[in-house]
């Protein structure tokens, strides 16, 4: 699976893309936020996984605050 978990504000795409870029068996960039969608600060997190809900589940643990959004073919 391929999408992009859009910040709120730049510190916590900063420290969401800290959180997630050693993960195993995620890639993890640190991207401006594709035009499709909105977000306030500007940056998303565009990850491939297998397992996307690890990663959210990960974000919550940490209590950051996200919207999800696949990414389009």
Same mark, same amino acid.
């Given at each position: ?6 910040? @709120? ?7 969401? $893309?800290?959180?997630? &870029? ?7 960039? *640190? ?5 499709? @969608? ?7 997190? $565009?990850?491939?996984? &297998? ?7 990960? *974000? ?14």
């Amino acid at each position: 699976m391929k999408g992009y978990f859009l910040l @709120f504000t730049t510190s916590s795409a900063l420290y969401a $893309y800290e959180v997630l &870029k050693d993960k195993p068996n995620m890639e993890v960039s *640190l991207v401006p936020t594709p035009r499709e @969608f909105s977000s306030d600060c500007g940056m998303a997190i $565009y990850i491939e996984s &297998k397992n996307i809900k690890e990663a959210a589940h990960t *974000l919550d643990k940490e209590r950051i605050e996200y919207e999800y959004h696949d990414a389009l073919q």
